[in-house]
């Protein structure tokens, strides 16, 4: 079974903070994604890398950064929290294109406050 | 932009009825279709994925795809009470283009 986890199911920040939010898959999958998801407007991508040190912006990448120095661990950095950014952040991870290796795996999520 | 349409819901269904949840998608080069389950406070789990024109079954579950229409469903058989969730309609184009997720549909059943 694909088990991703991730650093924190919950976490309070206060705005200005750096946050660090961590996601590990154990299948070594080469792609890994950052996505937050929001009431009324769905899973929208941040980020996402396809191999270690490379990375992609996805649809909101503003105020956020990533690092993926090794296969499995894929972090999504906020240099500076804002209350705006009040949001379940959701990792996932898949193998490359083609067939069912489509397939994300995601991760519980982190609900993430910023006070 | 690529855009994957689904209606919010909420969808009522009385148990043991059939739930049909449609979704639209506007990139005519989508290759892969998934269904997703994301019971509430939970991360979505996949349910179905379908790739091509037709339907695939999996227990009480089948999807349908029409490519000439761009549209995908998902059909639950005998709804339980434990299908109540939202169910994430997401289209994949292939190569290093990302998966484009639709709003999602609640799903609600009725006991």
């Known amino acids: 079974d694909v088990k991703v986890t991730q650093s924190s199911r919950y976490l309070v920040k206060r705005t200005g903070e750096k946050v660090f939010l961590e996601c590990v898959q154990d299948?070594?999958?080469?792609?890994m994604f950052w996505y937050r998801q929001d009431p009324g407007l769905g899973l929208r991508l941040i980020y996402f890398?396809?191999?270690?040190?490379?990375?992609e912006k996805g649809d909101i990448p503003e105020g956020y950064s990533v690092s993926r120095e090794k296969k499995e661990r894929f972090s999504l950095i906020l240099e500076s929290a804002s209350t705006n950014q009040t949001s379940m952040y959701l990792c996932?991870?898949?193998?490359?294109?083609?067939?069912?290796?489509?397939?994300?795996?995601f991760g519980p999520g982190t609900r993430l406050t910023v006070l | 932009q690529k855009e994957v349409e689904q209606n919010s819901g909420p969808l009522s269904v009385p148990e043991g009825a059939i739930a049909s949840l449609n979704c639209t998608y506007s990139?005519?080069?989508?290759?892969?279709f998934f269904w997703y389950r994301q019971y509430s406070g939970k991360s979505p789990e996949l349910i179905m994925s379908?790739?091509?024109?037709g339907d695939k079954e999996d227990g009480r579950f089948t999807a349908q795809l029409n490519k000439a229409s761009q549209y995908v469903s998902l059909l639950i058989r005998d709804s339980q009470p434990s299908d109540s969730a939202t169910y994430l309609c997401?289209?994949?184009?292939?190569?290093?283009?990302?998966?484009?997720f639709g709003i999602g549909t609640k799903l609600q059943v009725i006991p």
């Open positions: 996932a991870s898949s193998l490359p294109s083609g067939g069912v290796t489509d397939t994300q795996y």
């Open positions: 299948m070594d999958h080469e792609n």
């Open positions: 890398s396809y191999d270690v040190k490379m990375k």
């Open positions: 990139d005519r080069g989508s290759q892969s």
């Open positions: 379908i790739y091509s024109n």
């Open positions: 997401a289209a994949y184009s292939g190569g290093y283009q990302k998966v484009t």
